[in-house]
Antibody, heavy 116, light 112 residues
């Protein structure tokens, strides 16, 4: 059974940093691209980042480019999202999802709140 | 960026009745490889989103056959032949032919 478990969310001040993790199990992690998608409170879905299976290629939304970095550790079957220079508008539930865009499996999400 | 426009934004449906959601993209989603990178997702209340259809009409595992996806190019439709109570939630369309991947605004479906 595919499982994705996010962690690392919490309350952070504007300008601060946070690193999200997504522990994957139930599939060969190193064979799949992975993505992060977020949802601000009461709002719709927004694609954030995608990383190739090897980690060699990464893609970020313009809204986070230069501030967020997606990475992975295939030996640990874990996906990461390093978030720096956080802003109030980054407040959202962050989901990890298996794949490039055909996201058949999602985690339960982790809430990031950026506030002073 | 490709803009995805859904209509209607909300829908109230009597159980057993059909429902339809439209999604239009600002550019064609047909790739030169013949695939169309268009998806439907459903987010039930309090849950993570779930994939309904990929590449317009390919039903994801476990999706009931009362759901169907159709369309081409820039115009797409999700239909529910007979709405059930468990179908409530927000339906999103999404494109993944050009970065950034973009979603529609969402269509909230409720039961009358």
């Amino acid at each position: 059974e595919v499982q994705l478990l996010e962690s690392g969310g919490g309350l952070v001040q504007p300008g601060g940093s946070l690193r999200l993790s997504c522990a994957a199990s139930g599939f060969t992690f190193s064979s799949y691209a992975m993505s992060w998608v977020r949802q601000a409170p009461g709002k719709g879905l927004e694609w954030v980042s995608t990383i190739s299976d090897s980690g060699d290629n990464t893609y970020h939304a313009d809204s986070v480019k230069g501030r967020f970095t997606i990475s992975r550790d295939n030996s640990k079957s874990t996906l990461y999202l390093q978030m720096n220079s956080l802003r109030a508008e980054d407040t959202a539930v962050y989901y990890c999802a298996k794949g490039t865009s055909s996201w058949g499996y999602w985690g339960q999400g982790t809430l990031v709140t950026v506030s002073s | 960026d490709i803009v995805m426009t859904q209509t209607p934004l909300s829908l109230s449906v009597t159980p057993g009745q059909p429902a339809s959601i439209s999604c239009k993209s600002s550019q064609s989603l047909l790739h030169s490889n013949g695939k169309t990178y268009f998806y439907w997702y459903l987010q039930k209340p309090g849950q993570s989103p779930q994939l309904l259809f990929y590449e317009i009409s390919s039903r994801f595992s476990g999706v009931p056959d009362r759901f169907s996806g159709s369309g081409s190019g820039t115009d797409f439709t999700l239909k529910i032949s007979r709405v059930e109570a468990e179908d409530v939630g927000v339906y999103y369309c999404m494109q993944a032919i050009h970065l950034p991947w973009t979603f529609g605004q969402g269509t909230k479906v409720e039961i009358k």
